[in-house]
């Protein structure tokens, strides 16, 4: 039996805590992150450990992420005697996965802070291969446009990033009253699973986030005028798009023609 956490630990406004403690939540997340044995763990913001608690009796491999300098050391004292689980005193956004396991896969999990989450699940899309999947609760207007198609004002930036090299998966929402203290918002718990090969033709990294970061910098504009200066009329038409189209009504497959058109036609010249 682990032990109870000495001490509370407030939550801090800085960090976007939200403790969960709904001991239903906790066991849909875990039934929907299935841990197999053999299977290294990372959890982002364990916070006061209620979701840590049941994943350690899952017996894998465990790593805690930690940016809390008051809880790290109740966490420490709470699995000192527990070898298999690991805390690490650290930000998330700093969070390199070959550090956790050199030669492998990690399995991620966590209730994010909804002020990190977005920029976390960016920084992660340059670590997919060291991932196996990912179950992670974040305020539920980003599952939403995490999970959003073509169309609708939820279609955004990190809808494409995410989905041209993940496959999302909507789980279940979480009311406010399964957290301490409640947030004034409802929570999603969305998984994710990296896709064998990213949607679209191969194009470089860097070439594909600049063109979908400027195409949705404005994006009641058209292609045509968003675009204006980095993409021509001319490559838009060959990605078989439509210049007046609008950046929300554009697939990611789409995006990834166009940036893979956009960079050779960029060489060429």
């Not at 918002?185 to 986030?209: T, Y």
């Not at 609008?246 to 960079?263: C, D, H, I, T, Y």
Request: include cysteine; aromatic fraction near 6%; proline fraction near 7%.
């Amino acid at each position: 039996m682990v032990p109870e956490l000495s001490g509370s630990g407030r939550p801090r406004k800085r960090f976007g805590q939200h403790f969960l403690n709904d001991h239903t939540v906790i066991e849909r997340i875990v039934e929907t992150l299935h841990p197999r044995p053999g299977e290294i763990l990372c959890e982002i913001g364990p916070g006061r450990g209620a979701l840590s608690d049941r994943l350690a009796i899952c017996e894998n491999e465990l790593h805690l992420v930690e940016i809390d300098r008051d809880l790290v050391p109740r966490l420490r004292e709470r699995y000192a005697s527990q070898t298999n689980i690991h805390i690490h005193e650290q930000d998330a956004l700093t969070l390199a996965l070959e550090e956790i396991h050199p030669t492998g896969r990690v399995v991620l999990v966590g209730n994010l802070p909804y002020n990190i989450s977005t920029a976390l699940m960016i920084r992660l899309l340059a670590q997919r291969n060291r991932i196996d999947r990912m179950v992670f609760m974040v305020q539920k207007e980003v599952a939403v446009r995490l999970t959003a198609s073509p169309g609708g004002k939820d279609y955004g930036r990190l809808t494409v990033m995410m989905k041209r090299v993940f496959e999302s998966e909507f789980s279940f929402d979480v009311a406010p009253q399964a957290f301490t203290p409640a947030p004034k918002v409802w929570s999603s718990v969305v998984a994710f699973k990296p896709r064998p090969a990213p949607l679209g033709p191969a194009v470089a990294e860097e070439a594909f986030s600049a063109l979908v970061r400027q195409a949705f910098s404005q994006r009641r504009k058209t292609l045509r005028n968003t675009l204006k200066g980095i993409c021509s009329e001319s490559v838009i038409l060959e990605a078989g798009l439509d210049p007046k189209a609008r950046p929300e009504q554009v697939s990611v497959e789409g995006f990834a023609r166009l940036a893979a058109l956009n960079e050779k036609d960029a060489e060429e010249v």
